[in-house]
């Protein structure tokens, strides 16, 4: 059974960064899109970032501003966040893009993790 497992999560101070590392178990993860998404609170869930299975092409959501890095290995992907701001608040979730489809299919996904709580605060 496919298996993600977030962690690096924490409190920051405005301008600070966080790099948070996804681990995905029992299932070939190198050929699948994996995905970052957050939810802040009181707002609906956004992506944030996608990568492709081999790591060569990523997308970002325009919101990060060039702040942000999706990285992966064949069974971690990372997300590297820097100048962190409030609005960088809330739950962030890894996510497998299901039916091994590209990141620019849509957002469909079939296995998450639990997520884990950034939150930017002075």
């Known amino acids: 059974q496919p298996h993600l497992v977030e962690s690096g999560g924490g409190s920051v101070q405005p301008g600070g960064y966080l790099t948070l590392s996804c681990t995905a178990s029992g299932f070939s993860a190198d050929r699948y899109s994996m995905a970052w998404l957050r939810q802040a609170p009181g707002k609906e869930r956004e992506k944030v970032a996608c990568?492709?299975?081999?790591?060569?092409v990523a997308n970002y959501a325009d919101f990060v501003k060039a702040r942000f890095a999706i990285l992966r290995t064949t069974h971690t992907i990372s997300l590297q966040m820097n100048l962190l701001e409030p609005d960088d608040t809330g739950v962030y979730y890894c996510a497998r893009v299901m039916n091994r489809q590209t990141c620019d299919s849509g957002d469909n996904y079939d296995y998450w993790g639990q997520g884990t709580q950034v939150t930017v605060s002075s």
């Open positions: 990568i492709n299975p081999t790591g060569s």
